[in-house]
Structure formats: C-alpha cells, structure tokens
C-alpha cells in the first residue's frame, strides 16, 4: 500500500494522522484476510474491532473534511485523496468478519450499507461501468408479500425470472473477469507504489485500479449478502413461530425394565413358550394306550404257538437223525451233495431264467 501523502492545504498533523488510520486499519483487513486462523479465534475478532474502530475514525474525520463533492469530476480529485473512496467498503469487508452468530442479521445488514456507500460514491464520480443494486427499502420483505397476498412460488420461475437469472450469472462472470485482470495489473503497479519509486501517475493508477476492484467485491458481497438476509429472517420467522406455540404436554416417565434370564429372556428366545412339546412320542404313546383310545387296541392279536411248537419239534427231529446217523437221512444227503457237483447253481430254475 502507498505510503501517505500530504497534499492538502488543510492543516498537517489532521491529514498525516488520517492517512495513519487508513494505512493501518488497510493493512489490518489484508492481515486478517489472509491470517491461517480460525476467523472465529479471539486474536482476529480484536483485529477485527480494532480495524473497524480505525477506519470508522477516518470515515468521520474525511467527512469533517469535505473531501469529496457532489459536484466534482473524478479528475479533480487529487491522488493523495483517492485512497480514502476505500474506506466505507474496508469498513464493511472487516464487519463481514465478525462472527457474533446472535447479531448476524445486523452486522450483514451494516455491511452492506457499508458497501452501498461506497458504489454510490463511485456511481457519482462514474468511476466504472456498473449496475447499482437495489436498496434494502426497494425490495419487499417476505413479511410484507405474505400480508398482500403478493407471495408467489418460488419453485416454478416465470420466463422473466429465468431471464433475469441468466444476466445475473452473465453479470458475475463478466465481474469474475474484470477482478481478474485488475489484480494482475495491480500486482504489477503494487511494486513500483511500494518501492516508492512511484510518480503521480503511477499512483494515481494504482488508487484507481484498487477502487474498480473493490465495486467488484462489493456488487459480489452485496448479492451474497442478500440471500443470506433473506435466510435469516426465515430463521427468525421460525423461531418466533415455535415460541408462540403452545407447550407440549410433558409424557409421563416411562419405566425402566431389565430382561431376566428366568422369565422375559426365556420367552424371547422360544424356552417356556406355550406351543413347545411337553413328552416324547413314547410318553404319548403309553398315556394314549393306558386311556385305551388306540385304533388297533380293540383288536385281539392271534398267538401263533402251535406254529412255532412244530418248527421247534422239527428241528429237533433233524437233530436226534442226525446224531443217530439215520440211514434214510445220510444216504438222502449224499445223494443232494453229488446232485450239487453235477449241476452248477440254478440248473432248472426256468421260471427265473437262472
């Protein structure tokens, strides 16, 4: 930034100490603006207010000066006086960095009068091409649309609206663009400011180029600014309706359980459940014939014992022969062990096809 430079026929010591308080609170926003802290953090809010208290003191000390007119041009500014065109919009860049979440709503609506004032000072000195934004009294608040019926859907656009929305993406690129190429032939005239090697000309470039680029940033925070107010109110909106309605009946507090493995556990996992079996078939099966319900239970079972007598006797017939070496038995088995040598197994079983 360009050292001071005493060129009013005022007195001395107001000027120098003026141009004190801008250098600093301009070096305080750039400290703060590229600081690695947490915005948040309490050494950046005391930067913060300490800036903000700077550049509001030369605010009211340019004011007391009359610095700037109405009805002068831009050239009859002298360039030790074009730096302070700067000071309402670093007023209003350093009140964005507050964080005070409670006044939120305040501080952005502060800053963007801060950054109102500043493009109209450059809209009356025609320093560069641009639209000027609507004020805050110029556009209806959502409050005011809901009381006259005027609230319309903001979920389908009209043709008008997506007009509009197209200019304004235009708009901000062509902004993108301009601050583009005003930072880089800034970077290339900051160096010969801060050398000091730097005449008039040069510096009066260098003043003016950093006042084009701030209405770029300004026009950019101001759009931002005025989504964010609008998001805010809602919240209020929201707020205060929740507090208007009526307190919600307190429940009773429920009653603590505990899962016991006996009891509750046991129903849960199947044990004691009412369908599970309570005998084996067998325990059935004996209850069912004790209570004489079985379907075959009526019936009197045969006793084969004259059957099994017989066999009984028959063996032992084959027995006592064979002991006794009965003839008729012994020549009979010879006579089936030489038929068996002559004939192979299943000789003259036709019907099997053996």
Known sequence: MAECENT???????????????????????????????LGSTSIQVKVKRGISMLEEASRMVAQLDLFSR???????????????????????????????DKRLEVVQTARAYFMDFLKRCKEYNTSQFELPNSTNESTSPDEESENGNLTAK?????SDLVSMAEQRQAKIE????????????????RAVDSGQADEEVSRDFYLLNVRRWITVCLDEIESIDQEVEILKK???????????????????????????????????????????TMTVDDWYEQRRNQGVLPDQAIPRKVTVED????????????????N??????????????????????YGNRHNMG
């Open 175 to 190: 902004r993108y663009r301009q601050k583009k190429e005003l930072e880089a032939r800034l970077s290339d005239v900051r």
């Open 325 to 346: 070496d009965d003839e008729e038995s012994l020549l009979k088995a010879r006579n089936w062990d030489d038929w068996k040598d002559t004939n192979r197994r299943g």
């Open 308 to 323: 099994t007598d017989a066999k009984e006797r028959e063996e032992e017939d084959k027995e006592r022969k064979a002991e």
């Open 155 to 159: 979920s389908v656009p009209c043709p």
């Open 8 to 38: 009013n026929d005022v007195s001395i010591a107001e000027p120098s100490k003026l141009c004190d308080l801008l250098d600093r609170g301009w070096k305080i926003f750039e400290e703060v603006d590229i600081a690695n802290e947490p």
């Open 235 to 277: 919240m209020d909106g929201l707020k205060q309706g929740a507090a208007k309605q009526p307190p919600q009946p307190v429940r009773p507090p429920m009653k603590p359980f505990i899962l016991t493995k006996d009891a509750v556990q046991a129903q849960v996992f199947g044990a004691g459940y009412p369908s599970l079996p």
């Open 71 to 101: 009805n002068e041009e831009l050239e009859e500014i002298a360039t030790a006086d074009l730096k302070y065109l700067l000071l309402p919009a670093l007023v209003g860049a350093l009140t964005m960095k507050q964080t005070s979440r």
